[in-house]
């Protein structure tokens, strides 16, 4: 089985150590800059710094949902299988936010690391979240059968069903935005130092 690379491999291999003018007793400095390609999502600025704000919106409104639903006095909130996934689902939506949130702040180009981060929690994440609300809402459908579909039931199936429809959503919404990658001339004119062994 493959190994994936580690930290200190993939900054090695995407950062390059320069030597730059500083008013210190030696006159110079040094600095790692990152010289790997530039990976942009592939919308105008401004609309994609509008997709960024409105998934967070979008994720933020799931979970107020999801908790909301949670709170509610109802057989798969208290039942061993319906916690276990809402939990798992709970988990990966803080995953899914962290993700957003370095979305928001990476900026329009933006480096290999921090495009890859991004890129597998929202295209994984978000997905798998989904699925796992579908299933506390069958769950939660059967349990509404068995026991005599009441108000509750109908509620809590309902904001199951929508937290993992709105987990979809932004699963769709971010896999559409397709990306590029660009050359990256950020060690022109520099002084690079060589890697040593």
């Known amino acids: 089985m493959k190994k994936g690379k580690s930290l200190k491999d993939l900054f090695e291999e995407n ?9 210190n007793k030696k006159g110079y400095k ?20 509008k997709e960024k704000w409105t998934e967070l919106g979008l994720s ?6 999801y ?10 909130n208290s039942g061993k299988l319906g916690v276990i996934l809402a939990a798992l689902a709970l988990c990966i939506h803080v995953l899914e936010i962290s993700a957003l949130i370095k979305f ?5 180009k933006t480096t290999k690391m921090t495009y890859q981060e991004v890129d597998r929690i929202l295209g994984a994440a978000t997905g798998l979240r989904g699925i796992l609300l579908c299933g506390v809402a069958a769950m939660a459908l059967v349990y509404g059968v068995a026991g005599g579909m009441n108000v509750t039931a109908l509620m809590v199936l309902a904001g199951y069903m929508g937290c993992g429809a709105i987990a979809f959503y932004i699963y769709h919404r971010y896999n559409k935005i397709i990306f590029y990658t660009e050359e990256n001339d950020s060690l022109k004119d520099k002084k690079v130092l060589e890697k040593t062994k």
């Open 15 to 23: 950062y390059t150590a320069v030597q730059v003018p500083a008013g």
């Open 30 to 49: 040094i600095e790692y800059l990152y010289s790997g390609p530039w990976y942009i999502w592939d919308l105008p600025e401004k609309r994609l710094k």
């Open 60 to 65: 933020l409104t799931g979970l107020l949902l």
């Open 67 to 76: 908790l909301l639903t949670g709170a509610q006095q109802a057989a798969v």
């Open 104 to 108: 928001i702040c990476a900026g329009y």
